[in-house]
């Protein structure tokens, strides 16, 4: 008990002496706590514009530049037995023992739309689930694949072959 309200202690003595700066000067990597206090890892910066934060609960969050922040946050604090505070839920968690996709860094991935009417969409899940393919996501990742394949060129076949490892990875 006493050494977590110590730990809590010595990282509000380091918090309190961070510079204040704005979200526009960020660096990406780097944590940085919010007006409000919390803790955030930024995984992208437009100057002049926004940046893309990830919040401790793993949700993106576009902060504009010119809103104030404190930090960065150092990455450890103290001497022998260094904490990191820079968020550790913020690295993968080891893959289980069974066949599973290893896990990937959120600020690694990004989640492209794909708007389709609610009852085209059915028809596309149940076709899917008619294919035996896993998911909606898999589905349309196997069909890029054949389309790019199809398509031809270099471009094309390397995007096709950058997703057929990730698939399989």
């Known amino acids: 008990m006493n050494e977590k309200l110590e730990t809590t202690n010595q990282e509000s003595d380091v918090t309190a002496d961070l ?3 704005t979200f526009g000067d960020t660096e990406v990597g780097r944590a940085y706590l919010t007006p409000a206090g919390h803790q955030v890892e930024v995984i992208e910066v437009v100057p002049k514009s926004h940046a893309i934060v990830l919040t401790s609960k793993g949700k993106e969050m576009k902060i504009l530049a010119d809103k104030a922040c404190r930090g960065p946050l150092p990455r450890e604090i103290g001497a022998e037995g260094a904490e990191d505070i820079t968020k550790p839920d913020a690295e993968p968690k080891e893959a289980p023992a069974k066949a599973a996709r290893a896990p990937r860094m959120k ?13 085209t969409t059915c028809l596309l899940d149940a076709a899917v689930k008619a294919s035996g393919i896993k998911s909606r996501s898999a589905f349309i990742r196997v069909a890029l694949i054949e389309k790019l394949r199809a398509i031809g060129g270099a471009d094309a076949k390397t995007a096709a072959t950058a997703l057929a490892t990730e698939a399989s990875a």
């Open 107 to 119: 600020r690694d991935i990004q989640v492209i739309p794909l708007g389709l009417l609610r009852e």
């Open 19 to 21: 510079p204040e700066i």
